[in-house]
C-alpha cells in the first residue's frame, strides 16, 4: 500500500467542491520533516487561502471537518498559519505490517494503470571490449525493469546491440592486413580488439595528419580576428559598441583557447605514433586506410560473400564475451535485435519519408529538417550508407508493429541527447503520437582526477578487469572483516561460509555504487568507497540484511511460524513506530522512482531504512526483549527489514548473502 496516495485520495474526496484544482492541492501532502508535525503534513491551505480569499487557517479548518481519515490517522491538527499535520494510528501501523508479512510482495500493490515497455538498454557496440561506461546503461535499464515488471507492467527488454557499425569495417581491414593467426587461434576476441584498436590508431593518425593543417590555418584566421578586434576597440568610443566588442572578444578568446587544446592533444596523438617506429611503418605502409575502412563497412552492408562471412564468425565469438559478463552481472534481456536486424527495412523506409515529405534530399543526402533547427538528422548520406538515425527509426517502428508499447525507454549517456530529441521528433512527424518516448540519460563515469575514468596508460577501462578487482577487494574484506566484530546476539556468525559471497558483495557494490547516484550527474569511480561496510552502499544493505539472518540463526527462530503468528506488534518505542512507518514507504519509493526512471530514490530509501533498523537495533534488544510478546514483535520487524533489503536490492539487479 502507498500511505501517500490514500491519503492523496482522501483529501481529494474532501476538497471535492473547494477547488478547481485538486491534482495540484493534492501534491502539497508531503512526508513530514519533523516527527512534531506528524507523519505527513498536508500544506495547500495556504494557496487555496490566496484563491479563495480567506485566511488559510479557517480554509484548513473546512478542509479537515470534511476529511475523512478517522481509520488510519489521528484527529488531524492545524498548525501554524494552516497546516494540516497527520498522525498515522500505530495500530493501523500495526495492521498493515501484520498484513505485509504474509504476503510476499511485502504489500506492495500495482499500478493503477498497466503500461507495455521496452526498454533499449545496455547495447555495446559489439567487437569492441565493453567499458566502464556500459556498466551504466546495463545496470540502470535492468533496475528500471525489474521496478516496473514488480510494479505490474509489462516490460520488454531488448538489447540494441552495435553489431552493424563502422567498427566492423575496422575489423575487416585489420583481419585482412594484420592478423595474428595464433592470437586468434587462442584468444580470438582479443586479438579482434587489438585490430580495431590498432586500425583505430592507424585511421585516426592520419586524419588527424591531414585536419591538423586546417585546426592551425583556423588559429591564423582567429588570431587575426582578435587582433583586427583589438584594434576596433582602441578607436571605438561609443560605449555601447564597446561593450559588444568586448563581448566579442571574451568569445573569440575562448575560442582560441578552445582550439589551442584541440591542436595540442591533435598534436600529441601524432606525437605518440612519430615515437613509435613500428605503428608509423604500419602507417606510412597504410596511407589510405582511412577511405579503404569506409570501403570494407559498405562492402558488408551490400552483402559482400566474404565480408558477410568474417562478420558472420566475429559476431557470435563477441556475443560470447559479452554473455559472460551479463552472466556475471545477473542480467538477461527478452531480445537481442541488434543493428544488423533493420539492415533490409532502411532503403524502404528513406524512401517512404522521401515520399511523405517527412525527410527530404539536401546536398545528395536525405534528412529530416526539424523546427528549429538548422542541420538536418541525416538518414541517408550521399554515398548511400544508412546511418545510426536511420536503423533507429526502422526499430521504433518494428517495436510498434510487434510489441505494440506504451513506452520506449533508451539508456545511453547524455551525449546522445541530440540524437534522441531528433529521433523522437521524427517519430511523431511519423504519427507516433501516443508513444512515450524517453531518454533516460546518464553522466560519466569519472577517476579521482575528476576526468572520464581510464587506466594509467590512458585507455578506458575494461568492464571485465572492474569485475575481476570488485570481487578481488570483496575477498579482502570477507577475510577481514570478521577481526573487529565483537560476539553480540546481531553479529554475523563467522567463518563465512558462502564462496559466493566475495562475488555478490564486489559485484553488488559496483552496481550499487552507480545506481545510487542521480543518474544525471557524473561520479567518481571509488573502489574503497563502494565497498564501505558503513554509508551509502550495498555492502551496508548486505550487512543489515546478514545481521537479521544472524539473529535468527542464533536464535533459533522458526521463520514461517513468525510470520504466520498473530501476536499483535509492538509499535510503542518511537525506534518501533518509526521503523514500522519506513517499512510502509517502500511502495512510495517504487513509484516515486519510477516517475522519472531513478533507481536512486530506491537506494536512497534502502539506505535510510538500514539507519533505521541500526538505530532500532541500538535501542530495542531483540532476543533478549523483555517478554515473549515483544521479542516475537522485534523479530517479525527484523524480518520484515530484512525482506525489503532483499526485495529491493533484487529488484535493482543485487543479490544479498546469508552472511558476512
Ligand atoms: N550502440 C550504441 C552505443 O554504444 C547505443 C545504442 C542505444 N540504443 C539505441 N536504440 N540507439 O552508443
Not at 592470437?183 to 586500425?199: F, N, T
Request: hydrophobic residues 40%; aromatic residues 8%; negative net charge.
Amino acid at each position: 500500500m502507498n500511505i501517500h496516495t490514500v491519503l492523496k485520495e482522501r483529501f481529494a474526496l474532501a476538497l471535492d467542491g473547494l477547488t478547481e484544482n485538486i491534482t495540484t492541492a493534492v501534491e502539497m501532502i508531503r512526508p513530514s520533516q519533523e516527527p512534531k508535525f506528524g507523519d505527513y503534513q498536508a500544506n495547500m491551505a495556504m494557496s487555496l487561502g490566496k484563491q479563495l480569499g480567506k485566511p488559510p487557517r479557517e480554509v484548513a479548518e473546512q478542509i479537515v471537518v470534511r476529511l475523512d481519515v478517522s481509520d488510519l490517522c489521528e484527529p488531524p491538527e492545524i498548525a501554524g498559519p494552516g497546516f494540516i499535520n497527520l498522525r498515522l494510528k500505530s495500530d493501523w501501523l500495526a495492521a498493515r505490517l501484520q498484513a505485509a508479512l504474509a504476503d510476499p510482495r511485502l504489500g506492495v500493490g500495482c499500478a493503477a494503470r498497466v503500461k507495455t515497455y521496452v526498454i533499449d538498454y545496455s547495447a555495446p557496440n559489439v567487437a569492441k571490449p565493453m567499458h566502464v561506461g556500459h556498466i551504466r546503461s546495463t545496470m540502470i535499464g535492468n533496475a528500471l525493469a525489474r521496478l516496473l515488471r514488480f510494479y505490474g507492467h509489462k516490460v520488454i527488454t531488448d538489447n540494441h546491440i552495435g553489431d552493424w557499425g563502422t567498427q566492423f569495417g575496422m575489423i575487416l581491414y585489420g583481419y585482412k592486413h594484420f592478423l595474428d593467426r595464433s592470437a586468434y587461434a587462442a584468444k580470438p576476441v582479443d586479438e579482434l580488439a587489438r585490430l580495431y584498436r590498432l586500425v583505430r590508431k592507424l585511421v585516426d593518425y592520419h586524419r588527424d595528419v591531414a585536419e591538423m593543417p586546417q585546426y592551425e590555418q583556423r588559429a591564423v584566421e582567429l588570431r587575426t580576428r582578435l587582433e583586427d578586434l583589438n584594434a576596433k576597440l582602441q578607436t571605438e568610443s561609443d560605449a555601447a559598441a564597446q561593450k559588444k566588442l568586448r563581448k566579442d572578444q571574451t568569445r573569440l578568446h575562448s575560442q582560441i583557447l578552445e582550439l589551442l587544446d584541440t591542436i595540442k592533444a591533435v598534436a600529441e596523438k601524432i606525437r605518440a605514433i612519430h615515437d613509435d617506429p613500428a605503428t608509423l611503418a604500419m602507417a606510412k605502409s597504410h596511407p589510405d586506410i582511412g577511405r579503404a575502412v569506409q570501403e570494407e563497412t559498405s562492402k558488408l552492408h551490400h552483402g559482400d560473400a566474404e565480408n558477410l562471412a568474417l562478420w558472420n564468425e566475429f559476431v557470435p565469438l563477441c556475443m560470447e564475451d559479452i554473455e559472460r559478463i551479463y552472466r556475471r552481472l545477473n542480467v538477461t534481456f527478452d531480445h537481442t535485435l541488434g543493428e544488423s536486424f533493420y539492415n533490409d527495412r532502411l532503403p524502404e523506409l528513406v524512401e517512404r519519408l522521401l515520399a511523405q515529405g517527412i525527410a527530404r534530399e539536401t546536398d545528395g543526402a536525405v534528412g529530416v529538417f526539424l523546427p528549429g533547427r538548422d542541420i538536418p538528422m541525416l538518414v541517408r548520406k550521399k554515398d548511400g550508407a544508412f546511418l545510426y538515425a536511420t536503423t533507429d527509426l526502422a526499430t521504433i517502428e518494428y517495436r510498434m508493429e510487434t510489441f505494440r508499447p506504451d513506452a520506449i525507454l533508451y539508456l545511453t549517456d547524455f551525449r546522445q541527447s541530440l540524437h534522441f530529441e531528433q529521433l523522437f521528433a521524427t517519430a511523431r512527424f511519423m504519427g507516433y503520437h501516443d508513444l512515450e518516448l524517453t531518454h533516460v540519460k546518464f553522466g560519466t563515469v569519472l577517476g579521482e582526477d575528476s576526468k572520464p575514468f581510464k587506466t594509467r596508460s590512458g585507455d578506458t577501462v575494461g568492464l571485465e578487469s572492474l569485475l575481476d578487482e570488485a570481487e578481488r577487494r570483496a575477498c579482502k574484506i570477507r577475510d577481514e572483516g570478521s577481526e573487529g566484530r565483537d560476539e553480540k546476539e546481531d553479529e554475523p556468525l563467522a567463518p563465512h561460509p558462502s564462496p559466493l559471497a566475495p562475488k555478490r558483495i564486489g559485484i553488488g557494490a559496483l552496481v550499487y555504487a552507480d545506481l545510487s547516484q542521480n543518474r544525471e550527474s557524473d561520479y567518481v569511480f571509488s573502489y574503497d568507497k563502494m565497498l564501505a561496510m558503513n554509508g551509502n552502499t550495498a555492502t551496508y544493505l548486505q550487512y543489515a540484511y546478514a545481521r537479521v539472518q544472524s539473529i535468527f540463526a542464533r536464535g533459533k527462530v522458526d521463520i514461517d511460524a513468525l510470520r504466520n503468528s498473530d501476536t499483535p506488534l509492538h509499535l510503542e518505542q518511537p525506534v518501533e513506530r518509526d521503523l514500522a512507518l519506513d517499512l510502509l514507504k517502500f511502495e512510495e519509493a517504487i513509484e516515486l522512482s519510477l516517475q522519472d526512471y531513478r533507481p536512486n530514490v530506491v537506494t536512497a530509501y534502502l539506505y535510510d531504512l538500514a539507519n533505521r533498523y541500526a538505530s532500532f537495533f541500538e535501542q530495542c534488544p531483540v532476543l533478549r526483549a523483555e517478554n515473549e510478546s515483544i521479542r516475537t514483535s522485534r523479530l517479525r520487524l527484523c524480518d520484515l527489514v530484512a525482506r525489503t533489503m532483499q526485495l529491493g536490492l533484487e529488484l535493482l539487479g543485487i543479490e544479498t548473502v546469508e552472511r558476512m
